[in-house]
């Protein structure tokens, strides 16, 4: 399992797919298969029964994962996409940078 650079809550902007040029908040991450769900993005048609909570059925809008090489990070500090590295403080942590910037990312 990698380490990866994209975390739950960050804000990433779709560089390649249908969602091409959106952007959207992470709010779930899976690290083994190297996928996130972002919010409003990659929307799949899931068909539901008439179930006893939804008694008409019908076809409901999710999100569906998307690979993490098809998104980049948005730098707090631009706004703008980058690539994402690590550095080590002071104190001897390990922390995020956005590669445009050299700045901190949250």
Known sequence: MERL??????IVKVITGKDRGKQGKVFRVFPAKGRLL???INLAAKHSRPTKDNP???????EASIHISNVMLVDPNTQKPTRVGFSFLADGSKKRIGKKSQELIG
């Open 5 to 10: 650079k994209i975390k739950k809550n960050d």
């Open 38 to 40: 972002i919010e409003g």
């Open 56 to 62: 008409k059925g019908g076809v409901i809008h999710r």
